[in-house]
């Protein structure tokens, strides 16, 4: 079955320090979603990529998709303390059945 | 918009009993909605697809006796935990896509402990 893997696990930025989350996918994706769960909360949506080599930004936060649509990263800069969470890739199949979920990049922001 | 909400948020219950937990989309029509469970510093695991009106589709490894699916509306879904046990103890969440399609919304999540 189809699989998504997220590195890193963690990341420990110093505040104004730049973060980048990598997401995988075994197989070729029509899309794929970012999320960002606060600690406590729930995941929150964020953005969805479909085309190849697409990147998106909203405001300090850059999305990218890969050209083969298999891969996806998300790099934040000038990280925040209000960056704080653990922020989730989503990957749809091509047989637009459901996503899967990576595992999650937890990021903490030191002030 | 696209609000998801989830009662009860918390809930402790005794080994044998059965918990029903609701999702609603609040101020949107879901045209999906699936559930999940969540562990300590984990990702979301998805349990089941439910679509309104029909049975739900449940993962690999997920019993459908044991997690009982009801959607109901275009707003709501409901999961019963039946027999409960402790090894039941999670965090349960939903979300919902709306006819646009594009993102899953979240509830607020519920914690289940079974004692």
């Known amino acids: 079955g189809q699989q998504v893997m997220q590195i890193p696990q963690y990341q420990h930025v110093q505040e104004g320090e730049d973060f980048t989350t990598y997401c995988n996918s075994s197989?070729?994706?029509?899309?794929i979603q970012w999320y960002k769960q606060r600690p406590g909360g729930h995941p929150v949506f964020l953005i969805q990529l479909v085309k190849s080599g697409e990147v998106k930004k909203q405001k300090r936060l850059t999305f990218q998709f890969g050209e083969a649509k298999k891969n996806s990263s998300l790099h934040i800069t000038a990280t925040q303390t209000t960056d704080v969470g653990t922020y989730f890739c989503a990957g749809q199949g091509t047989n637009a059945g459901k996503s899967t979920f990576g595992d999650g990049t937890t990021l903490t922001v030191k002030p | 918009g696209a609000v998801v909400s989830q009662h009860p948020s918390w809930v402790i219950c005794k080994s044998g009993t059965s918990v029903k937990i609701e999702c609603r989309s609040l101020d949107f029509q879901a045209t999906t909605m699936f559930w999940y469970r969540q562990f300590p510093k984990q990702s979301l695991m998805l349990m089941a697809t439910?679509?309104?009106?029909?049975?739900?589709t449940y993962e690999q490894g997920v019993e459908k006796d044991k997690f009982l699916i009801n959607h109901a509306s275009l707003t709501l879904s409901t999961l019963t935990v039946t027999s409960a046990h402790p090894e039941d103890s999670s965090f349960y969440i939903c979300s919902a896509v709306g006819k646009w399609g594009v993102g899953q919304y979240f509830g607020p999540g519920t914690r289940l402990t079974v004692t």
């Open positions: 439910s679509n309104e009106g029909s049975k739900a």
């Open positions: 197989t070729t994706l029509s899309n």
